[in-house]
């Protein structure tokens, strides 16, 4: 206690006593609700921390519904105040060596992907300065960037940068802006980037694709998501698109109530015509079932769109498909699993039944009444009413 501190730990240690934050090895879990005056400080406290790169606090997951909410779990270890030490060159306060440290880090940053991820784990640390500093780093380092899938990157993190100023009531206007611009860019670009790939890059892009879906569903933005749509659309007619893009871009418009049953049984039956080899069909089938078990249960023209397909396939091209057929379905729970077979089996059940009722034997059925007739109490022992 009697060795000089640094002026960064003495704040440290003062925040964690304000906050009633006890130094101590024992873990302790805090639910946090940032309506609170006191949680919303420990909450900007943790976060900053973590800027520094002193792990102190670790963020765990929430459940339930709401962005007011966050779990941490604390805990001391006497190398966290060697690590305040160390970091005391960047400042005398915690807001001071944050800003600093995170200035230093991001201009360093080259990739627009890593600095909005960055930005990110700024914003809830409640620093507008360093904030704004990175944004016009982001805005200058996004105009001169032409990689499309680096771009398809960074959209899902910008969005999350945008809903969460709306949420805090904080004015990220100059970010949004970045963000239609973006997508505009790939919305020139994106179809080049699909085409005339081969299957690890096409892995690759469905992956970017699947995130920046789920990013435009929340985002809530009428111009954003008529870009994307139009981009899928692209991507799904585009000529030399890879089977497993077009699969993937079909389906999402299918979702959207934008393709029909039979625009989605005219791609389909293209896709499975003689004229494409084995593998181009099970690719495109891969990318239209991309996590989908839950609505090929619910769903029974799609349904029947995959099952007459499989139905049709003989033994040979069945083979050739099975991988990819089972890396597909690899993809789904164990609960949608176990319910599409129950589907099939029963699907196969009503079409066996279906097809040798045509041809009964009547004298056979007749035999069969009086016993049904005797379980059912019609007939006594005796063979009476």
């Known amino acids: 206690d009697d060795v000089p501190k640094v002026p960064l730990l003495v704040d440290v240690e003062k925040l964690l006593k304000r906050l009633r934050l006890p130094l101590t090895t024992e873990v302790k879990e805090f639910q946090l609700d940032l309506r609170k005056p006191m949680d919303l400080e420990r909450s900007i406290f943790f976060h900053r921390l973590n800027l520094l790169g002193i792990k102190m606090a670790r963020p765990l997951r929430v459940d339930g519904k709401g962005t007011f ?21 960047w400042g005398n306060t915690l807001s001071e060596a944050v800003i600093a440290y995170n200035t230093h880090l991001s201009k360093d940053i080259t990739s627009i992907s890593e600095l909005v991820d960055l930005l990110e784990r700024v914003i809830p640390a409640d620093l ?63 179809v080049l980037a699909c085409t ?9 892009v469905m992956e970017r694709l699947v995130a920046v879906d789920y990013a435009m569903a929340t985002a809530n933005q009428p111009g954003l998501m008529e870009m994307w749509t139009e981009l899928v659309n692209k991507i799904r007619e585009a000529r030399g698109s890879h089977p497993l893009l077009s699969g993937y871009c ?21 896709y499975t015509s003689p004229g494409n080899t084995a593998s181009d069909t099970a690719f495109w089938f891969e990318g239209f079932l991309k996590s989908s078990g839950t609505i090929l249960l619910l769903d029974d023209q799609l ?14 091209s069945f083979m050739e498909l099975l991988p990819i057929l089972r890396r597909t379905f690899s993809e789904y729970s164990l609960p949608e699993r176990r319910k599409l077979g129950e ?18 034997n009547g004298e056979d059925a007749r035999r069969v009444i009086p016993l049904i007739e005797r379980l059912l109490g019609i007939w006594n022992e005796k063979g009476k009413r």
């Open 303 to 316: 349904w029947d769109l995959v099952n007459s397909w499989l139905a049709t396939l003989n033994d040979g």
């Open 69 to 89: 909410k966050e779990a941490w779990s604390v805990y001391y270890e006497p190398e966290q105040t060697l690590a305040v030490i160390e970091k005391a060159v």
């Open 343 to 360: 589907k099939a089996k029963g699907t196969s059940a009503v079409k066996r039944v279906n097809a040798e009722g045509k041809a009964f």
């Open 196 to 204: 005339n790939v081969d299957e690890d890059a096409a892995a690759e």
């Open 250 to 270: 079909t389906r999402l418009l299918r979702d959207k109530n934008i393709l029909g049953y039979e625009e989605t049984a005219q791609t389909l039956s293209y």
């Open 128 to 190: 507008p300065a360093l904030v704004e500093e990175m944004t016009s780093r982001l805005d200058a380092l996004s105009a001169s960037t032409t990689d499309v899938l680096e771009m398809m990157k960074t959209i899902p993190g910008m969005v999350n940068v945008v809903r969460y100023g709306s949420v805090r009531n904080l004015d990220y206007g100059k970010v949004n802006d970045m963000l239609n611009a973006m997508m505009a860019r790939v919305l020139a670009g994106g």
